[in-house]
């Protein structure tokens, strides 16, 4: 592994996605990438009492899914690496508990998903484990009763807000076969000043952009280079606001450039904006995106995680909301 320019890692060896595990909620079950979910549930409580013990189920049964694919035990797994929306991470928390494997637990916010899968390239490029699982989750009411009011009281939002995701999407790695972690270019901070908790999406723009740049210019390649650019998640809003930026960045988007916020709802869903929240990009990518490239429709992707650096407490304090993303480039075996 070494590092080249400013910001990004390109691995030397073949660390590959061998399995994933991707479950969702009701809506995301009625939406258009339905037939990319391993599991689909119509309860949103999933048999539990409360919300945050429904996000653990999703979490769990991610985790089960990506290790039965694989036929591993969870004596198997060396590592775990992931994160969600709630306080302190304490989904993820409770599931890794219930693993027991080592655990390393992060917070990017929507873009947990790509700073796991990163990371966890890193612990296996380095030679410390052989075998890492990672991923991500949300759950649309968890986060509603944590971030802006329980979705009980009915509170209309502005047609720009996004809805969160309730799913959960969980990668095992390993060396060899499946799509193959290229490199992975870790994000900055960027602070625009933006302040509206329901505009997330315009907040994360920036960070995108300049992550996006910031690998392409490390690695000397361009958006042609890549068969899609999935950003995850700035939805609608977010996403026009993103292509502007690069425009002013002297690099032209196009129809390559699409979004997990965007694709994973239909517009007739009453969804807003579209989608967010850690388990967006984590079903999307581990769902769609590993599963179009085993199809052979894309030969490499470059995944970028975008997170909206809030707090309940900061807005209430009228704090800004920094931006985050990183970002990781997959190639399918046999390319380099």
């Not at 949300?138 to 986060?143: L, V």
């Not at 967006?280 to 995944?303: D, E, T």
């Amino acid at each position: 592994m070494g590092r080249v320019g400013h910001q990004t890692y390109v691995f030397e060896r073949q660390i590959g996605i061998r399995t994933t595990g991707v479950v969702v909620g009701q809506k995301e079950a009625e939406g258009p990438l339905a037939k990319y979910f391993d599991r689909l549930h119509d309860d949103m409580r999933m048999g539990q009492k409360t919300w945050e013990k429904a996000e653990r189920t999703l979490l769990k049964e991610a985790m089960d899914l990506a290790m039965r694919k694989a036929q591993l035990e969870k004596e198997d797994i060396p590592l775990y690496i992931g994160g969600d929306l709630m306080d302190q991470i304490t989904t993820t928390n409770f599931a890794a508990s219930s693993l027991g494997s080592m655990y390393l637990g992060i917070y990017s916010a929507c873009g947990t998903t790509v700073e796991g899968l990163a990371l966890s390239a890193m612990m296996m490029e380095s030679g410390a484990v052989d075998r890492v699982m990672t991923g991500a989750v949300s759950h649309t009411y968890a986060a509603e009763k944590l971030y802006r009011f329980p979705n009980e009281y009915g509170v209309q939002k502005p047609p720009y807000a996004q809805r969160t995701v309730t799913g959960a999407g969980v990668a095992l790695l390993e060396p060899g076969t499946g799509p193959r972690v290229e490199a992975a270019t870790f994000g900055r901070v960027v602070d625009s000043g933006l302040k509206d908790p329901f505009d997330m999406g315009s907040a994360e723009a920036p960070a995108a952009v300049a992550t996006i740049v910031a690998h392409l210019q490390d690695l000397g390649r361009s958006l042609d280079d890549y068969g899609l650019i999935l950003t995850g998640d700035l939805a609608r809003v977010g996403l026009t606001f993103a292509k502007q930026l690069l425009e002013g960045q002297g690099v032209t988007p196009t129809e390559r450039v699409e979004d997990c916020g965007v694709m994973i709802y239909r517009e007739d869903q009453g969804a807003f904006a579209g989608g967010s929240g850690a388990g967006c990009s984590a079903v999307v990518m581990y769902g769609w995106a590993v599963n179009q490239m085993r199809q052979g429709r894309y030969r490499r992707v470059l995944l970028c995680g975008t997170g909206a650096l809030h707090s309940p407490t900061s807005v209430k304090q009228g704090d800004s909301i920094p931006g985050i993303c990183h970002a990781v480039s997959l190639v399918m075996d046999g390319d380099r």
